[in-house]
Protein backbone atom coordinates (compact mmCIF):
# COMPACT_ATOMS: atom_id res chain seq x y z
CA UNK A 1 0.00 0.00 0.00
CA UNK A 2 3.04 2.36 0.62
CA UNK A 3 4.16 1.68 -2.78
CA UNK A 4 1.03 2.76 -4.14
CA UNK A 5 0.74 5.77 -2.13
CA UNK A 6 4.17 7.10 -3.27
CA UNK A 7 3.83 6.43 -6.35
CA UNK A 8 0.11 8.38 -6.59
CA UNK A 9 2.06 11.54 -4.78
CA UNK A 10 4.86 11.30 -7.43
CA UNK A 11 2.78 11.10 -10.46
CA UNK A 12 0.57 14.21 -9.30
CA UNK A 13 3.60 16.21 -8.79
CA UNK A 14 5.15 15.28 -12.24
CA UNK A 15 2.21 16.34 -13.71
CA UNK A 16 2.07 19.43 -11.46
CA UNK A 17 5.20 20.25 -12.54
CA UNK A 18 4.90 19.78 -16.67
CA UNK A 19 2.03 21.84 -16.13
CA UNK A 20 3.98 24.44 -14.50
CA UNK A 21 6.90 24.00 -16.64
CA UNK A 22 4.60 23.86 -20.06
CA UNK A 23 3.10 27.25 -18.69
CA UNK A 24 -0.28 26.28 -18.26
CA UNK A 25 -2.63 26.93 -15.32
CA UNK A 26 -4.67 24.62 -13.82
CA UNK A 27 -7.65 25.99 -12.49
CA UNK A 28 -11.19 25.39 -11.20
CA UNK A 29 -13.56 26.45 -14.06
CA UNK A 30 -17.13 27.91 -12.17
CA UNK A 31 -19.10 27.58 -15.47
CA UNK A 32 -18.02 24.95 -17.84
CA UNK A 33 -16.78 26.84 -21.00
CA UNK A 34 -19.38 25.06 -23.48
CA UNK A 35 -21.90 26.42 -20.34
CA UNK A 36 -20.47 29.71 -19.65
CA UNK A 37 -20.40 30.30 -23.98
CA UNK A 38 -24.42 29.22 -23.72
CA UNK A 39 -24.94 31.74 -21.08
CA UNK A 40 -22.96 34.52 -22.64
CA UNK A 41 -24.79 34.48 -25.67
CA UNK A 42 -27.51 36.41 -24.24
CA UNK A 43 -26.28 37.93 -20.86
CA UNK A 44 -23.22 39.26 -19.35
CA UNK A 45 -22.13 37.42 -15.99
CA UNK A 46 -19.01 37.11 -14.91
CA UNK A 47 -17.13 33.78 -14.92
CA UNK A 48 -18.15 33.19 -11.77
CA UNK A 49 -21.48 34.30 -9.14
CA UNK A 50 -21.30 37.23 -7.60
CA UNK A 51 -21.47 36.98 -3.94
CA UNK A 52 -25.30 38.33 -2.43
CA UNK A 53 -24.47 38.24 1.01
CA UNK A 54 -24.47 40.92 3.29
CA UNK A 55 -22.66 42.66 6.23
CA UNK A 56 -24.96 45.49 7.85
CA UNK A 57 -23.39 48.81 9.09
CA UNK A 58 -22.49 48.69 12.68
CA UNK A 59 -25.53 51.21 13.73
CA UNK A 60 -28.26 48.34 12.75
CA UNK A 61 -30.15 45.81 14.63
CA UNK A 62 -28.96 42.94 13.13
CA UNK A 63 -25.02 41.96 12.21
CA UNK A 64 -26.00 40.28 8.16
CA UNK A 65 -27.80 37.99 5.78
CA UNK A 66 -26.82 34.90 3.63
CA UNK A 67 -27.60 33.81 0.09
CA UNK A 68 -27.12 31.24 -2.17
CA UNK A 69 -25.21 33.46 -5.04
CA UNK A 70 -26.50 30.54 -7.67
CA UNK A 71 -30.03 31.25 -6.95
CA UNK A 72 -29.52 35.00 -6.72
CA UNK A 73 -27.78 35.05 -9.43
CA UNK A 74 -30.66 33.27 -11.70
CA UNK A 75 -33.06 35.37 -9.94
CA UNK A 76 -31.09 38.78 -11.30
CA UNK A 77 -31.40 37.85 -14.93
CA UNK A 78 -35.00 36.59 -14.16
CA UNK A 79 -35.99 39.66 -12.98
CA UNK A 80 -34.68 41.40 -16.01
CA UNK A 81 -36.23 39.08 -18.55
CA UNK A 82 -38.81 40.92 -20.70
CA UNK A 83 -40.07 37.23 -21.55
CA UNK A 84 -42.01 37.07 -18.42
CA UNK A 85 -44.69 38.70 -19.66
CA UNK A 86 -47.51 37.87 -21.45
CA UNK A 87 -46.40 40.03 -24.36
CA UNK A 88 -42.68 40.11 -23.65
CA UNK A 89 -42.66 43.52 -22.93
CA UNK A 90 -42.39 43.98 -19.12
CA UNK A 91 -39.82 42.51 -16.59
CA UNK A 92 -39.98 43.23 -13.38
CA UNK A 93 -37.08 45.63 -13.35
CA UNK A 94 -39.22 47.59 -16.23
CA UNK A 95 -41.41 49.00 -13.13
CA UNK A 96 -38.29 48.97 -11.29
CA UNK A 97 -34.91 50.78 -12.07
CA UNK A 98 -31.79 50.77 -10.43
CA UNK A 99 -30.76 53.93 -11.09
CA UNK A 100 -34.04 55.83 -9.26
CA UNK A 101 -33.54 53.36 -6.55
CA UNK A 102 -35.42 50.57 -8.08
CA UNK A 103 -38.48 52.80 -8.27
CA UNK A 104 -40.61 54.18 -11.63
CA UNK A 105 -40.39 57.56 -13.01
CA UNK A 106 -44.03 57.40 -13.43
CA UNK A 107 -47.16 58.10 -11.57
CA UNK A 108 -48.94 54.51 -12.56
CA UNK A 109 -46.61 52.14 -14.57
CA UNK A 110 -46.53 50.52 -17.96
CA UNK A 111 -47.88 46.93 -17.78
CA UNK A 112 -48.95 44.57 -20.49
CA UNK A 113 -51.01 45.81 -23.62
CA UNK A 114 -52.09 48.95 -22.67
CA UNK A 115 -52.39 48.81 -19.27
CA UNK A 116 -51.17 50.44 -16.42
CA UNK A 117 -50.72 49.80 -12.77
CA UNK A 118 -53.09 50.83 -10.02
CA UNK A 119 -50.38 52.40 -7.78
CA UNK A 120 -47.35 53.98 -8.07
CA UNK A 121 -44.58 51.15 -8.12
CA UNK A 122 -43.16 50.72 -4.82
CA UNK A 123 -39.38 51.83 -4.55
CA UNK A 124 -37.15 48.80 -3.94
CA UNK A 125 -34.83 50.47 -3.03
CA UNK A 126 -36.42 52.30 -0.35
CA UNK A 127 -35.33 49.83 2.87
CA UNK A 128 -32.49 48.91 4.90
CA UNK A 129 -33.03 45.22 3.40
CA UNK A 130 -36.18 43.08 2.26
CA UNK A 131 -34.73 39.90 4.23
CA UNK A 132 -34.65 41.90 7.53
CA UNK A 133 -37.46 44.43 6.68
CA UNK A 134 -40.10 43.02 5.10
CA UNK A 135 -42.76 39.79 6.22
CA UNK A 136 -45.55 39.19 8.56
CA UNK A 137 -46.07 41.79 11.12
CA UNK A 138 -46.54 39.47 14.19
CA UNK A 139 -42.78 38.81 13.78
CA UNK A 140 -42.38 42.83 13.75
CA UNK A 141 -42.00 42.86 9.96
CA UNK A 142 -43.51 45.02 7.17
CA UNK A 143 -45.82 43.39 4.57
CA UNK A 144 -45.14 44.14 1.07
CA UNK A 145 -47.55 46.09 -0.94
CA UNK A 146 -49.18 49.73 -0.54
CA UNK A 147 -51.86 47.81 1.25
CA UNK A 148 -49.39 45.44 2.77
CA UNK A 149 -51.65 41.86 1.65
CA UNK A 150 -48.38 39.80 1.24
CA UNK A 151 -46.35 38.73 3.82
CA UNK A 152 -43.50 37.45 1.58
CA UNK A 153 -41.50 38.29 -1.23
CA UNK A 154 -42.35 34.85 -3.09
CA UNK A 155 -46.29 36.11 -2.77
CA UNK A 156 -45.48 39.04 -3.67
CA UNK A 157 -43.23 37.72 -6.85
CA UNK A 158 -46.03 35.75 -7.38
CA UNK A 159 -48.68 38.25 -7.09
CA UNK A 160 -46.79 40.84 -9.25
CA UNK A 161 -46.44 38.67 -12.07
CA UNK A 162 -50.17 37.12 -12.35
CA UNK A 163 -51.51 40.47 -12.08
CA UNK A 164 -53.33 40.62 -15.64
CA UNK A 165 -52.63 44.66 -15.83
CA UNK A 166 -49.01 44.37 -15.22
CA UNK A 167 -47.19 41.24 -16.34
CA UNK A 168 -50.10 39.03 -17.30
CA UNK A 169 -48.51 35.36 -16.97
CA UNK A 170 -49.56 32.33 -15.08
CA UNK A 171 -47.94 29.33 -13.82
CA UNK A 172 -47.51 27.09 -16.96
CA UNK A 173 -46.52 30.21 -18.77
CA UNK A 174 -44.11 31.25 -16.59
CA UNK A 175 -42.54 27.94 -16.64
CA UNK A 176 -42.58 27.65 -20.40
CA UNK A 177 -40.96 30.95 -21.00
CA UNK A 178 -37.72 30.07 -19.31
CA UNK A 179 -37.98 26.32 -20.52
CA UNK A 180 -37.72 27.74 -24.24
CA UNK A 181 -34.62 29.61 -23.54
CA UNK A 182 -31.76 27.40 -23.59
CA UNK A 183 -28.89 29.70 -22.25
CA UNK A 184 -31.08 29.23 -18.71
CA UNK A 185 -30.04 25.23 -18.80
CA UNK A 186 -26.46 26.11 -16.36
CA UNK A 187 -28.07 28.49 -14.43
CA UNK A 188 -30.87 26.02 -13.20
CA UNK A 189 -28.33 23.60 -12.81
CA UNK A 190 -26.58 25.38 -10.57
CA UNK A 191 -29.36 26.71 -8.94
CA UNK A 192 -31.60 23.82 -8.22
CA UNK A 193 -29.47 20.57 -9.65
CA UNK A 194 -32.17 20.10 -12.36
CA UNK A 195 -32.48 19.73 -15.80
CA UNK A 196 -34.03 23.34 -17.94
CA UNK A 197 -36.82 21.11 -18.57
CA UNK A 198 -37.91 20.01 -15.13
CA UNK A 199 -37.95 23.95 -13.79
CA UNK A 200 -41.27 25.07 -12.40
CA UNK A 201 -42.81 28.02 -11.83
CA UNK A 202 -42.81 28.03 -8.06
CA UNK A 203 -38.47 28.00 -8.72
CA UNK A 204 -38.80 30.88 -10.92
CA UNK A 205 -40.52 32.72 -8.37
CA UNK A 206 -38.15 31.48 -5.42
CA UNK A 207 -35.38 32.49 -7.37
CA UNK A 208 -36.52 36.16 -8.24
CA UNK A 209 -37.36 36.18 -4.37
CA UNK A 210 -33.96 35.70 -3.29
CA UNK A 211 -32.65 38.03 -6.15
CA UNK A 212 -34.87 40.95 -4.40
CA UNK A 213 -34.15 39.51 -0.70
CA UNK A 214 -30.73 40.40 -0.85
CA UNK A 215 -30.67 43.70 -2.01
CA UNK A 216 -29.99 46.51 0.58
CA UNK A 217 -29.48 50.11 0.59
CA UNK A 218 -26.98 51.04 3.80
CA UNK A 219 -23.91 52.72 2.48
CA UNK A 220 -25.58 56.21 2.11
CA UNK A 221 -23.77 59.33 3.87
CA UNK A 222 -26.25 59.11 6.46
CA UNK A 223 -25.53 55.29 6.69
CA UNK A 224 -21.48 56.31 7.24
CA UNK A 225 -22.25 59.51 9.45
CA UNK A 226 -24.64 57.50 11.84
CA UNK A 227 -21.44 54.76 12.12
CA UNK A 228 -19.03 57.32 12.98
CA UNK A 229 -21.40 58.84 15.71
CA UNK A 230 -21.93 55.42 17.16
CA UNK A 231 -17.65 55.00 17.62
CA UNK A 232 -17.82 57.58 20.09
CA UNK A 233 -18.39 55.98 23.48
CA UNK A 234 -20.42 58.69 24.68
CA UNK A 235 -23.41 58.50 21.81
CA UNK A 236 -25.61 56.17 21.48
CA UNK A 237 -28.71 55.73 19.00
CA UNK A 238 -30.86 57.45 20.85
CA UNK A 239 -28.83 61.19 20.71
CA UNK A 240 -29.86 60.92 17.11
CA UNK A 241 -31.55 63.78 16.75
CA UNK A 242 -30.52 65.80 19.28
CA UNK A 243 -26.48 65.59 18.74
CA UNK A 244 -24.60 66.27 15.48
CA UNK A 245 -22.99 63.85 13.15
CA UNK A 246 -19.43 64.98 12.57
CA UNK A 247 -19.53 64.31 9.07
CA UNK A 248 -22.67 65.81 8.27
CA UNK A 249 -22.78 69.96 7.03
CA UNK A 250 -24.26 72.19 9.60
CA UNK A 251 -27.67 72.46 7.62
CA UNK A 252 -27.98 68.65 7.04
CA UNK A 253 -27.77 68.53 10.86
CA UNK A 254 -30.90 70.65 11.36
CA UNK A 255 -32.63 69.07 8.56
CA UNK A 256 -31.73 65.81 10.34
CA UNK A 257 -33.10 67.33 13.32
CA UNK A 258 -36.11 68.51 11.75
CA UNK A 259 -36.88 64.78 10.31
CA UNK A 260 -36.05 63.54 13.92
CA UNK A 261 -38.99 65.78 15.81
CA UNK A 262 -41.17 65.33 12.70
CA UNK A 263 -41.07 62.39 10.93
CA UNK A 264 -39.02 59.64 12.04
CA UNK A 265 -42.24 59.33 14.33
CA UNK A 266 -44.01 57.19 11.79
CA UNK A 267 -40.87 56.63 9.04
CA UNK A 268 -38.44 55.45 11.67
CA UNK A 269 -35.08 57.71 12.84
CA UNK A 270 -32.64 55.26 12.09
CA UNK A 271 -34.45 54.16 8.78
CA UNK A 272 -34.28 51.02 9.17
CA UNK A 273 -38.30 50.00 9.62
CA UNK A 274 -41.25 52.70 10.04
CA UNK A 275 -42.74 52.74 13.23
CA UNK A 276 -46.03 52.98 11.56
CA UNK A 277 -46.84 49.99 9.22
CA UNK A 278 -49.80 51.82 7.64
CA UNK A 279 -51.39 55.18 7.94
CA UNK A 280 -53.80 58.00 6.37
CA UNK A 281 -51.64 60.95 5.47
CA UNK A 282 -54.35 63.65 4.69
CA UNK A 283 -53.76 63.70 0.83
CA UNK A 284 -57.56 63.89 0.45
CA UNK A 285 -60.70 64.00 1.98
CA UNK A 286 -62.12 61.14 0.27
CA UNK A 287 -60.30 58.68 -1.65
CA UNK A 288 -61.37 56.31 -5.04
CA UNK A 289 -58.51 53.83 -3.67
CA UNK A 290 -59.32 52.71 -0.04
CA UNK A 291 -55.49 50.88 0.29
CA UNK A 292 -55.87 48.75 3.61
CA UNK A 293 -59.22 49.38 4.20
CA UNK A 294 -60.38 47.96 0.60
CA UNK A 295 -59.07 44.86 2.09
CA UNK A 296 -60.27 44.62 5.09
CA UNK A 297 -63.55 46.24 4.58
CA UNK A 298 -62.80 48.34 8.32
CA UNK A 299 -64.02 51.48 7.92
CA UNK A 300 -61.41 52.89 10.14
CA UNK A 301 -58.50 51.67 7.53
CA UNK A 302 -60.26 53.16 5.01
CA UNK A 303 -57.34 55.34 3.18
CA UNK A 304 -54.79 53.57 4.59
CA UNK A 305 -51.48 53.16 2.79
CA UNK A 306 -48.32 51.64 3.84
CA UNK A 307 -45.84 53.89 5.75
CA UNK A 308 -42.28 53.71 3.82
CA UNK A 309 -38.99 54.20 5.04
CA UNK A 310 -37.82 56.74 2.95
CA UNK A 311 -33.94 55.32 1.78
CA UNK A 312 -32.98 56.39 -1.78
CA UNK A 313 -36.02 59.20 -1.55
CA UNK A 314 -34.67 61.89 -3.42
CA UNK A 315 -34.10 59.56 -6.53
CA UNK A 316 -37.89 58.24 -6.74
CA UNK A 317 -40.35 60.42 -7.47
CA UNK A 318 -43.15 60.62 -8.02
CA UNK A 319 -44.41 59.96 -4.44
CA UNK A 320 -47.56 58.42 -2.65
CA UNK A 321 -49.66 55.37 -3.40
CA UNK A 322 -51.13 57.40 -6.51
CA UNK A 323 -48.11 59.30 -7.75
CA UNK A 324 -49.86 62.61 -7.32
CA UNK A 325 -47.00 64.71 -6.01
CA UNK A 326 -44.38 64.91 -8.66
CA UNK A 327 -41.24 66.17 -6.52
CA UNK A 328 -39.67 65.82 -2.55
CA UNK A 329 -40.03 69.85 -1.90
CA UNK A 330 -43.97 69.64 -2.79
CA UNK A 331 -44.05 66.49 -0.29
CA UNK A 332 -42.46 68.57 2.47
CA UNK A 333 -44.64 71.64 1.25
CA UNK A 334 -47.83 68.96 2.08
CA UNK A 335 -46.78 68.43 5.31
CA UNK A 336 -46.10 71.57 6.10
CA UNK A 337 -49.13 73.15 4.78
CA UNK A 338 -51.23 70.91 3.26
CA UNK A 339 -52.67 67.83 5.28
CA UNK A 340 -56.35 67.68 4.72
CA UNK A 341 -58.79 66.17 7.01
CA UNK A 342 -60.03 62.76 6.17
CA UNK A 343 -61.75 60.99 8.63
CA UNK A 344 -59.19 58.69 9.69
CA UNK A 345 -56.17 61.31 9.08
CA UNK A 346 -53.16 59.32 11.39
CA UNK A 347 -52.82 60.88 15.09
CA UNK A 348 -49.71 61.84 14.23
CA UNK A 349 -50.69 64.45 11.89
CA UNK A 350 -53.34 66.07 14.43
CA UNK A 351 -53.18 68.75 16.69
CA UNK A 352 -54.40 69.15 20.20
CA UNK A 353 -57.32 69.88 18.50
CA UNK A 354 -57.74 66.74 16.46
CA UNK A 355 -57.17 69.12 13.45
CA UNK A 356 -55.16 68.94 10.79
CA UNK A 357 -51.73 69.38 11.60
CA UNK A 358 -49.84 72.14 9.86
CA UNK A 359 -46.18 72.28 10.73
CA UNK A 360 -45.78 75.46 8.76
CA UNK A 361 -41.99 74.96 8.50
CA UNK A 362 -39.63 78.02 7.38
CA UNK A 363 -37.92 78.47 4.16
CA UNK A 364 -34.77 77.64 5.85
CA UNK A 365 -36.23 74.49 7.80
CA UNK A 366 -37.58 73.00 4.19
CA UNK A 367 -34.44 73.40 2.64
CA UNK A 368 -31.97 72.03 5.53
CA UNK A 369 -35.00 68.81 6.03
CA UNK A 370 -34.35 68.58 1.73
CA UNK A 371 -30.64 68.33 2.25
CA UNK A 372 -30.94 65.66 5.16
CA UNK A 373 -33.49 63.33 2.87
CA UNK A 374 -30.29 63.80 -0.06
CA UNK A 375 -28.08 62.12 2.43
CA UNK A 376 -30.17 58.63 1.92
CA UNK A 377 -29.07 58.36 -1.53
CA UNK A 378 -26.77 55.20 -1.71
CA UNK A 379 -24.47 55.42 -4.81
CA UNK A 380 -22.98 52.33 -3.82
CA UNK A 381 -26.81 50.56 -4.08
CA UNK A 382 -27.97 52.63 -7.68
CA UNK A 383 -25.27 51.10 -9.27
CA UNK A 384 -23.97 47.59 -8.31
CA UNK A 385 -23.55 45.11 -10.55
CA UNK A 386 -24.81 41.94 -8.86
CA UNK A 387 -28.18 43.87 -9.38
CA UNK A 388 -27.77 45.60 -12.61
CA UNK A 389 -28.95 44.54 -16.14
CA UNK A 390 -27.13 41.35 -17.66
CA UNK A 391 -29.11 41.35 -20.85
CA UNK A 392 -26.87 42.06 -23.67
Known sequence: MKIYTLLFFCTAIAFFSS???DGVDVTHLYYE?????????????????LDYDIKFPNHAPFRGSTYNRDMATLGRVLFYDTNLSSDRSISCASCHKQQIGFSDDVPFSKGVGSHHTNRNSLALGSVFNFQVYYGDPDFGLVPFFW???????????????????????????????IREQSFYEPLIEKAFNKELDEVTSDEVVQAISIFI???????????????????????????????????????????????VAHCGSCHGEQHHTPDEIAA????????????????????SEMGFFKV??????????????????????????????GIVNHPNLSEALKDEDGNPRQFNFTQEEKEALLSFLNTLTDNDFITAERYADPFK
Open 308 to 337: PTLRNISLTAPYMHDGSISSLPEVIEHYST
Open 19 to 21: CKK
Open 280 to 299: NNGLATSYSDNGVGKLTYNV
Open 213 to 259: NSMGSFNSKFDQAYDEFLSHSNNDSDDIGTKEFALFTPIENQGKNIY
Open 33 to 49: NKDYELISSKVNLPKEA
Open 147 to 177: DNRAFDSQSQASQTLKNNKEMGMNDDLIADR
